[in-house]
């Protein structure tokens, strides 16, 4: 069984910063691109930031572009996602996704496996 176990989400205030943290058991992701994305209440699940399997390519939302930083480390199977200066406007639960292909994509229906979410909520 394949599984993706997102962690690190909470409550911050504004201009704090988290890191999540995904874990992937069940199989090696090191050769596939990685996602994150994020769904606000009553809003669609997007593209948060995304990286190739190599780490050498990376994607990132133009809202979260000098904020936000995707890392992965394939030796343990995980990706982060270190995020800095949040605002309210950041929360959301975030995905972790694992994509098909070995190099980042930012459509949704690329991505073949998910994580249950971790709820971020920054205060003001």
């Known amino acids: 069984q394949v599984l993706l176990v997102e962690s690190g989400g909470g409550l911050v205030q504004a201009g704090g910063s988290l890191r999540l943290s995904c874990a992937a058991s069940?199989?090696?992701?090191?050769?596939?691109?990685m996602g994150w994305f994020r769904q606000a209440p009553g809003k669609e699940r997007d593209i948060v930031a995304a990286?190739?399997?190599?780490?050498?390519?990376?994607y990132y939302a133009d809202s979260v572009r000098g904020r936000f930083t995707i890392t992965r480390d394939n030796a343990k199977n995980t990706v982060y996602l270190q995020m800095n200066s949040l605002n309210p406007e950041d929360t959301a639960v975030y995905y972790c996704?694992?994509?098909?292909?070995?190099?980042?994509?930012?459509?949704?229906?690329?991505?073949?496996?998910w994580g249950q979410g971790t709820q971020v909520t920054v205060s003001s």
């Open positions: 069940g199989r090696t992701f090191s050769g596939n691109a």
């Open positions: 996704a694992a994509s098909a292909g070995s190099e980042y994509s930012i459509s949704r229906s690329l991505y073949a496996y």
């Open positions: 990286i190739s399997w190599s780490g050498l390519g990376t």
